[in-house]
T-cell receptor, first 118, second 116 residues
Framework: AQKITQTQPGMFVQEKEAVTLDCTYDTSDPSYGLFWYKQPSSGEMIFLIY??????QNATEGRYSLNFQKARKSANLVISASQLGDSAMYFCAMRVHAGGTSYGKLTFGQGTILTVHP | GAVVSQHPSWVICKSGTSVKIECRSL??????MFWYRQFPKQSLMLMATSNEGSKATYEQGVEKDKFLINHASLTLSTLTVTSAHPEDSSFYIC????????????FGSGTRLTVV
């Protein structure tokens, strides 16, 4: 079975500073994908970044980068130059590529509430 | 792009009544729809996976007779909470496989259900 763990229930960061949100995962499947989503208080899920297990380079999307350390099974999200609008809940998620009737389902971590201070 | 329209965005219902939540993919065909439930400040828990034209696959511990899922077409999946009780109050959100954004997953905007 696959598992995603986010050990930081809450994080605080000063505006314009960088922050790292931790995520570790566990799966025996060699082919998997890792996602990060932002969920503001409105509840919508906003896709931020994706990393495939076979990708050689760390994914980057604007101010977001994913620090992928395959041997350590970690996929930390780095947000550079934090903004007040970054305050939200952040989820790490994993998709395994195994078959079956729930093929492609995402398993989510517990989430981290990020608060950006002015 | 890809959009999944989820309705209603919020609903209040009386205990014992049933509530239907719709997720409609507007510009792509969603062969697979995932339904999640989320309590405040907690993670998204997968309830079931529905594939167009076939019965939904429910996760362990989810009552299939209470949470009825129908995926009759490639653009519409519904979740019906039958005989709702206060403990069913939660945030329900759907996610469709397909579309060009989100690396293949498009989420609805969610439904806040309050059972009184």
């Amino acid at each position: 079975a696959q598992k995603i763990t986010q050990t930081q229930p809450g994080m605080f960061v000063q505006e314009k500073e960088a922050v790292t949100l931790d995520c570790t995962y566990d799966t025996s499947d060699p082919s998997y994908g890792l996602f990060w989503y932002k969920q503001p208080s409105s509840g919508e899920m906003i896709f931020l970044i994706y990393q495939g297990s076979y990708d050689q380079q760390n994914a980057t999307e604007g101010r977001y980068s994913l620090n992928f350390q395959k041997a350590r099974k970690s996929a930390n999200l780095v947000i550079s130059a934090s903004q007040l609008g970054d305050s939200a809940m952040y989820f790490c998620a994993m998709r395994v590529h195994a078959g079956g009737t729930s093929y492609g389902k995402l398993t989510f971590g517990q989430g981290t509430i990020l608060t950006v201070h002015p | 792009g890809a959009v999944v329209s989820q309705h209603p965005s919020w609903v209040i219902c009386k205990s014992g009544t049933s509530v239907k939540i719709e997720c409609r993919s507007l510009d792509f065909q969603a062969t697979t729809m995932f339904w999640y439930r989320q309590f405040p400040k907690q993670s998204l828990m997968l309830m079931a996976t529905s594939n167009e034209g076939s019965k939904a696959t429910y996760e362990q511990g989810v009552e299939k007779d209470k949470f009825l899922i129908n995926h009759a077409s490639l653009t519409l999946s519904t979740l019906t909470v039958t005989s709702a009780h206060p403990e069913d109050s939660s945030f329900y959100i759907c996610s469709a496989r397909g579309g060009l954004k989100g690396s293949g997953y498009t989420f609805g905007s969610g439904t806040r259900l309050t059972v009184v």
